[in-house]
């Protein structure tokens, strides 16, 4: 009876067999994508530009997706070596439809303008704005992290804090739980007017507006989460002569864990939004100011290029948020993979 | 209905090791619990005395209130009427030096095997300057290999086993067991029968049992006492002589287990 110990934590056996060991496989696979990625350089590089534009970038983008090419080649033939690289193998069916879309998309584009411009600019014309414009985008960027960061983390702490109080005690939620009903489910953005006429700066609305984006959700899956914990390991702490100070710390917030994550998730997803509006409508600074900026100039590369960035941003947070989750969580079985 | 007199504790087969265990006295304990305005009368004038280091079976019909009875002595819960006392003081809230082993393991699943076993130590602050107690517990229980282990990963046999060491950590003078083999399969309950009546005997806690099974309650207890329907009452007590270790298919158990089928209102089917 000792021994029944999980074992799904280690990976199925690979199925064995002619070309089958993962080494041959990886080759394989990188190998084909970067094949694919040579043909795109190509197409790029020897296919003219229509003749009424003057693409500044073509040559370099041919460069760059040659040179992708090349990495793709070399990290194929290092998995051989080195199981790492072997994930190459997974990624090649996604890197090959990319090579593709961005092949159609240049084709259309930069070499038969088929597209109207300046709607549908090609992609060297993004790499254009991501070179030439990058002193501004890094300052955007920065900006956008320092505001977003400023608010998430005190929204996701504030709400944190009042969803365990209202759900540990009876008096904060008797007088906090009326104020959530009332004002969480309004927007954030609807106190958008009256957050730029009341706060000194732009900035600092800015960063209420996130940070109550961000606290409704983490507040109400908090409480959710602190309320619902099973009474038994409330038992079972106050038999073994637990303190109330050991019953909230110690067991009904490790216990709710899981429900906050939930809410931070649900933050962080408005809080991208709140933050894109606000910095559209008041700050003057930012990736949503830029995108508004943008667009005053009809510079519809700059917008490709500040929504690619953001789109990079947002994904990467919810994959740290995520990364963190998984950290805390280990304990939790059948996770949600991002 | 036989009410249960303080018998005298030469009288059974008690722990042979140095006794640690407290005596525990219920008075006259009733309880009823307010189900939407009404009334459900759960216990009925219990009396029970248990002497220092006695191994005691509640045995009753599922529903009868034999776990509503554990709740009080574990003081999670204050009757409605009576008194329930540990070496003559009245039991006044939960105390680590009683503690329940419940019929679902309850592991916290954030913890670890070792960071449940510790809980404890560490809810009383005891845990810097006791950490070998946990190590301990987990040999005695036989699970030093799975410290790391996550609950999740556990069987059933090996939950309730933390679930022991999670008690026996805190050196208990009473251990309260409320139908802690229940969920078990039949192979590793025999076993973990087994292994409680070594842990009783080493350890020398007092220990009260609940369980509907009547051939646990003969085979680790020294004393059993038949509950009735609800409301509760003692309706026998039958005393089991038998030596440690006993073996299951000693005729004297036999012939207890059909006495105790007849309090029941079950010998027709024996």
């Keep these: 009876m000792s021994s029944v110990v999980d074992e799904a934590a280690s990976e199925p056996k690979p199925v064995v067999g002619p070309f089958a060991s993962p080494a041959a496989r990886s080759l394989i696979g990188g190998l084909a994508a970067a094949a694919t990625w040579l043909a795109v350089a190509a197409l790029i590089a020897y296919w003219p530009d229509t003749p009424d534009s003057d693409w500044a970038y073509t040559d370099d983008f041919a460069a760059l997706t040659g040179a992708l090419a090349v990495a793709l080649a070399l990290a194929a033939f290092a998995g051989i070596w080195f199981a790492g690289l072997q994930r190459v193998r997974r990624l ?20 038969l303008g088929l597209l109207p411009l300046p709607f549908f600019p090609p992609p060297q014309a993004i790499l254009e704005v991501v070179v030439d414009d990058r002193t501004r985008l890094v300052a955007c960027v ?3 992290f320092r505001l977003l960061a400023t608010g998430y983390f005190l ?12 759900g540990w005690s009876r008096i ?19 106190w958008l007017p009256l957050a730029f006429f009341i706060f000194p700066s732009s900035f600092s609305a800015s960063i209420f507006l996130i940070a109550l984006a961000t606290g409704f959700p983490v507040t109400v899956l908090t409480w959710s989460g602190v309320a619902g914990v099973n009474s038994a390991y409330y038992d079972i702490a106050r038999t073994l002569g637990a303190s109330q100070r050991f019953l909230v710390l110690k067991v009904a917030i490790p216990a709710a864990m899981p429900h906050v994550f939930v809410g931070l998730f649900m933050g962080l997803g408005t809080s991208f939004a709140v933050l894109v509006v606000a910095e559209m409508l008041g700050v003057k600074a930012g990736l949503g100011w830029y995108l508004q900026w943008a667009q005053g100039w009809a510079a519809y590369a700059n917008m490709y290029a500040a929504l690619l960035i953001m789109a990079l941003l947002c994904s990467g947070l919810i994959t740290l948020l995520f990364r963190l989750r998984d950290r805390l969580l280990s304990w939790q079985k059948g996770l949600v993979r991002w | 209905m036989v009410v249960a007199a303080a018998p005298s504790e030469r009288a059974h087969p008690v722990n042979n090791s140095p006794v640690r265990g407290t005596t525990l006295t219920i008075r006259e304990v009733s309880h009823r619990f307010d189900l939407e305005g009404q009334p459900l009368p759960v216990l009925d004038r219990i009396n029970l005395r248990i002497g220092r ?8 019909p599922s529903g009868c209130g034999k776990s509503t009875l554990l709740r009080l002595v574990a003081g999670l819960d204050s009757p ?6 540990v070496e003559g003081k009245a039991i006044e809230g939960p105390d680590p030096s009683r503690i329940v082993v419940f019929q679902d393991p309850t592991l916290y699943p954030w913890r670890t095997v070792w960071g449940n076993v510790a809980l404890g130590l560490e809810a009383r602050g005891l845990l810097r300057t006791h950490r070998e107690r946990v190590e301990d517990a987990l040999r005695l229980v036989g699970l030093s290999g799975f ?10 046999g090996m939950s309730q086993r933390t679930a022991l060491a999670r008690a026996l950590v805190n050196d208990p003078k009473l251990l309260i067991l409320d139908e802690p083999l229940g969920q078990l399969d039949s192979l590793t309950r025999i076993t973990m029968q087994s292994e409680l009546v070594s842990l009783w005997q080493r350890a020398g806690f007092t220990a009260l049992l609940v369980t509907h099974d009547v051939e646990e309650a003969l085979f680790l207890a020294g004393r059993v006492i038949v509950l009735s329907e609800r409301p509760a009452q003692i309706r026998a007590e039958i005393v089991n002589a038998l030596p440690y270790p006993r073996h299951r298919g000693d005729p004297y158990l036999a012939e207890l287990r059909h006495e105790v089928f007849g309090h029941l209102g079950l010998d027709a089917t024996w």
């Design chain 1, 155 to 166: 929204g996701a702490t504030i709400g944190f804090v009042t969803g365990v109080a209202i």
């Design chain 1, 172 to 190: 904060a939620n008797y007088w906090i739980h009326p104020i959530l009903r009332f004002i969480g489910p309004l927007p954030a953005t609807a």
């Design chain 1, 142 to 144: 920065l900006a956008s």
């Design chain 2, 147 to 156: 410290a790391n282990a996550y609950p999740h990963q556990l069987s059933g």
């Design chain 1, 92 to 111: 090649a069916p996604w890197l090959i439809a990319l090579a593709v879309f961005l092949a159609a998309w240049e084709a259309v584009t930069a070499k």
């Design chain 2, 80 to 85: 409605s009427a009576g008194g329930l006392f």
């Design chain 2, 53 to 60: 280091g006695e191994f005691v079976a509640l045995l009753g």
